[in-house]
């Protein structure tokens, strides 16, 4: 990376960060996958919540603010702190504590100073509740999603860590940490089964420790992606980071088209009846969280279309980092209306036309948009 690119010293302390996030996300779900602890809690919307959310907010908010001084760092999260500050989360908490400074400590390997002294639980919880900006058009806000797909990573499957930077109301870099997402897409589906059958069993071999973390910076027409580091390794940059791109395939026939596993939030019916009029062939690629993003941006996919059931409004962090990423890789993302989505808005993607289309080019978006007013009508939603 050059000195004078804009935006450069934050992307790098950005994927410093979410390297950290991964490898504390794989250190507490192999904790959960392999003990019976009642580690998981229902959100209000029933989505569980784990103390790896916790742990990585706090984490990546005390890295952002030691790291940027100076800088009035303004973060837009998902958890708040209130659970935890309960009574009766005294256990919670203190596996949260345990979690953030076990993570900080091996800041040096990733090319960080970590904290003098162990975080004690205010600081924590300082750091928890400091995520508490609402965005907007104006100023700049870090956005973080701590664990996007906690239903995947409870059930040891795949999710996301994801922070994205707004500036003045636009995207303007974006890090998603995959930890379960193979850097060979062959590997996907095997990889996929054995965590199915076999959640308690410790990992084969390295093969299945290649988790990635893909980042991109507006403006700059490039994509990159990087192994998640193991064991004593340590990080490289930017040495093992690669270039990645978007499929070429613009038949609808041969593309492979992602969708959302949750069924709550989207209306998969709609979703396949529009693939299904475009002459989709493919079974649908079902995967939790912003990896399906992933999957885009570097070619293992070629097509995500999201339209969520009526009264459920799609949360910036669930997709700024995706996004900014595909859109540098090649790709192309927008609402049902073709419209850019606004990121200037708030915690919401206010003024969404319908849904969401993301995918691999134009053509395909255009084939995507035209089979959407074709069908709306005859909807259900």
């Known amino acids: 990376m050059e000195e004078g690119d804009k935006y450069g010293k934050e ?45 990585v907010q706090a984490t990546v908010s005390w890295l952002l603010s030691e790291f940027l001084e100076g800088q009035n760092v303004s973060i837009v999260a998902e958890e708040d702190v209130q659970t935890l500050s309960k009574s009766d989360a005294a256990d919670l908490l203190a596996a949260v504590v345990n979690s953030v400074n076990e993570c900080l400590a091996e800041a040096p390997k990733y090319g960080l100073q970590c904290p003098k002294d162990a975080l004690g639980t205010s600081k924590i919880l300082e750091a928890i509740s400091r995520c508490n900006s609402t965005g907007g058009p104006t100023g700049r806000h870090w956005v973080l999603d701590p664990v996007d797909g906690t239903l995947g990573f409870v059930r040891g499957d795949q999710y996301a860590v994801a ?29 996929h089964q054995r965590h199915q059958t076999m959640p308690k069993s410790l990992p084969p071999s390295d093969i299945w420790e290649k988790g990635c973390v893909m980042y991109a910076r507006r403006g700059s027409g490039q994509a990159w992606m990087q192994p998640l580091i193991h064991r004593d390794t ?29 069924k709550a ?94 995918c691999s080019g134009l053509t395909l978006h255009d084939k995507i948009i035209g089979a959407v007013y074709a069908s709306w009508d005859s909807s259900n939603l």
Request: charged content about 25%.
């Open 163 to 191: 922070l994205a930077l707004i500036e003045e109301g636009k995207l303007v870099l974006g890090v998603l940490g995959c930890p379960n997402y193979p850097m060979k897409k062959e590997l996907l589906n095997y990889n």
């Open 11 to 55: 992307l790098d302390l950005a994927v410093r960060i979410v390297h950290m996030a991964c490898s504390l996300c794989q250190k507490v779900q192999q904790r959960l996958v392999s003990s019976s602890a009642e580690q998981v809690l229902a959100k209000d919307d029933d989505s569980p919540v784990t103390i790896a959310d916790w742990s």
């Open 265 to 358: 939030n989207s209306n998969h019916s709609f979703t396949a009846g529009l693939a299904n009029s475009m002459g989709l062939k493919k079974k649908p690629m079902r995967v939790h969280s912003m990896v399906k993003y992933a999957a885009i941006a570097r070619g293992d996919a070629e097509i995500f279309i999201k339209f969520a059931r009526s009264g459920y409004k799609e949360k910036i962090w669930d997709h700024a980092a995706g996004v900014v990423i595909i859109e540098e890789a090649g790709g192309v993302v927008t609402d049902a209306g073709g419209r850019p989505l606004d990121f200037s808005r708030g915690l919401y993607l206010e003024g969404l036309d319908r849904g969401i289309i993301a």
């Open 234 to 262: 340590k990080f490289e940059w930017p040495n093992s980071a690669r270039l990645i791109q978007v499929s070429p395939v613009d038949d609808p026939s041969l593309a492979t088209f992602c969708e959302p596993v949750e």
